[in-house]
Every structure is written in C-alpha cells, then in structure tokens.
C-alpha cells in the first residue's frame, strides 16, 4: 500500500486567497483525521471522520476552516481566507476502528505570506 | 481543558547511552500511545498502552504506564543515532484511542554518534 497520501507537500500562498488541502487515506481504513502541527501549539487534532462523517470538529479554529469527505478515498481540508497565522504543517492520518492505530501522511507545509 | 506534559523538551546523548522521557497530565486517559517523528515526515505509531500499570517493550524501548493512567514514560536503552526524532505522546480521553486525542509538545531527541 502507497500509505497515506497528500498533496501538495509544500503551498506558499498570499493572505486572503483559498487555499485546499488534499488527503488519500488508506485503502479500507474508516477513519480519517486532519491535524495541525506547529512549534508553539504542537500536533493539535482539528477534526476526524468515520465512515466519511464528521464525528468531532471541534478542534477547528474557525469558519474559515472546513473539511469535507465526499467519499472514503478523499478528503479535503480548505481555508478561506487564508491568514500567516494558518502557516503550518498539516497532516492527514488515516486508521481501523478495529484496530485503533492512525498512520500519517508525509504532511502538506503551508506558509501564508 | 486536558494538557499533556512533556520532559524533557530537548536532550542530546552519546551513542550507548541509556534515557528516559516522561509524560504527564492531571487527568486520567483511557489509553495513551507514543509516536516517533522524524524530520519532514508524519509521525509514526510506537505503541499503545491502556491498562494502569502496562509496561511494553519494544526491542531497547520500554514504555509504562503510570498506575492511576495520567502519565507514562519511555525508556531507550543503548541509544543509536536512529532513535534520533521527536516523541510524542498522545493520551484519549474517551472510549476509542481517537476520541478527543490530544498531544504532548514532545521530546526532541538526538543521539550523537
């Protein structure tokens, strides 16, 4: 299996403009989850999926933040607008109920200018 | 508002040398789990413990779980330059190792050769 996949790995973009983040999980795995991971706050779980719904968005900072999973092969994070404080790295992990271990993707490193 | 402590935040050790890094919290998680993240890349999942008192080895890692299930620790015996990575620590709170995880800011470890 290729894991889980992300793209872009790298987004620099300027303030104000949209900016979406993609996430491939892996094949067969019914949990999908985005987190967000900077220096001063650390890996903060923004929001997971089970079974393509959202079950906990409550670490999302603000309407300007939303995900979306249309399918269980696909998964978008966007932010609009975009801010310098949303620069950061995101990470998309994927998991089993049945086995309660995430796997994480390589990340996507956004910087807003 | 449930915290994860980290300690130490940094440590630099000679190759062959044995440690210890600690995680803390005031409240009490249903299962705790320690990741590994290298430089540019996801974390990746070392073990999970969920019984009070839980001591996993893992090849030269040892990882307990404190009794009242609010802290754990890591042990590295002989320490090798690929143990080098940032730990993490994530606890759950609630039924599932993915409800409502948070993280710990991490250890930064580096073992010189």
């Known amino acids: 299996d290729a894991g889980v996949i992300q793209s872009p790995r790298h987004e620099v973009t300027e303030m104000g403009q949209e900016v979406t983040l993609r996430c491939k999980p892996i094949?067969?795995?019914?949990?999908l989850f985005w987190y967000r991971q900077t220096m001063m706050r650390g890996l903060e779980l923004l929001i997971y999926?089970?079974?393509?719904?959202?079950?906990?968005d409550s670490g999302m900072p603000e309407d300007r933040f939303s995900a979306k999973m249309p399918n269980a092969s696909f998964s978008t994070l966007k932010i609009q607008p975009s801010e310098p404080r949303d620069s950061a790295v995101y990470f998309c992990?994927?998991?089993?109920?049945?086995?309660?271990?995430?796997?994480f993707g390589p990340g996507t490193r956004l910087l807003v200018l | 508002t449930q915290l994860l402590e980290q300690s130490p935040q940094f440590l630099s050790i000679q190759e062959g040398e044995n440690l210890t890094v600690y995680c803390n919290s005031s409240?009490?998680?249903?299962?705790l789990q320690w990741y590994r993240q290298e430089p540019g890349e996801g974390p990746v999942l070392l073990v999970t413990?969920?019984?009070?008192?839980e001591v996993k080895k893992l090849k030269r890692l040892t990882f307990q779980f404190g009794d009242a299930r609010k802290d754990s620790s890591l042990h590295i015996t002989a320490a090798q330059p690929g143990d080098t990575g940032l730990y993490l620590c994530?606890?759950?709170?609630?039924?599932?190792?993915?409800?409502?995880?948070?993280f710990g800011p991490g250890t930064s470890l580096s073992v010189i050769p």
């Open positions: 094949s067969g795995h019914d949990y």
């Open positions: 994530a606890g759950a709170p609630g039924k599932t190792s993915y409800d409502k995880v948070i």
């Open positions: 992990a994927s998991g089993s109920g049945r086995r309660e271990t995430q796997y």
């Open positions: 999926f089970n079974n393509n719904v959202p079950i906990d």
């Open positions: 413990v969920v019984t009070g008192g």
């Open positions: 409240s009490v998680f249903s299962s």
